[in-house]
């Protein structure tokens, strides 16, 4: 069992950044999870937004984030960071973190996922 917290959302204007954070308790090893992050705005499904492997030895980013989203985890603190920058209003959702067993590939797929946290909004203004 993996309980998952996510923080560090806000308002904040575009071209500004923000860092969101995942902290995750439980009983299993942080380590042996895919941690995700996944978003959604109103009116629209849930979307991948970029993930990271077990050791954070590779990431996956969605291309309407790359080159302005970047992941990281410290399995020490049982914590995973995604540091948003050059933020526009359509990145404007709630962000949720999401943690995955069974395998080290990094899926886009909501179903695949086994804990979830309860989201942190970001609001982006023009």
């Known amino acids: 069992q993996v309980q998952l917290v996510e923080s560090g959302g806000g308002l904040v204007q575009a071209g500004g950044s923000l860092r969101l954070s995942c902290a ?7 380590s042996n999870y895919v941690i995700t992050w996944f978003r959604q705005a109103p009116g629209k499904e849930r979307e991948f937004v970029v993930g ?6 590779s990431t ?4 309407s984030v790359r080159g302005r989203f970047t992941i990281s985890r410290d399995n020490a603190k ?4 995604l540091q948003m920058n050059s933020l ?3 990145d404007t959702a ?3 973190c999401a943690a995955k067993s069974g395998g080290a590939t990094i ?5 695949l996922y086994d804990y979830w946290g309860q989201g942190t ?4 203004s023009s």
Do not use: E, L
């Open 121 to 124: 909004q970001v609001t982006v």
């Open 24 to 30: 995750s308790s439980g009983r299993t090893s942080f």
């Open 52 to 57: 990271i492997s077990w050791r954070g030895g």
């Open 78 to 81: 049982n914590t995973v960071y």
């Open 94 to 96: 709630a962000y949720y």
């Open 107 to 111: 899926s886009a797929n909501v179903r």
């Open 88 to 90: 526009k209003p359509s």
């Open 60 to 63: 996956r980013v969605a291309d």
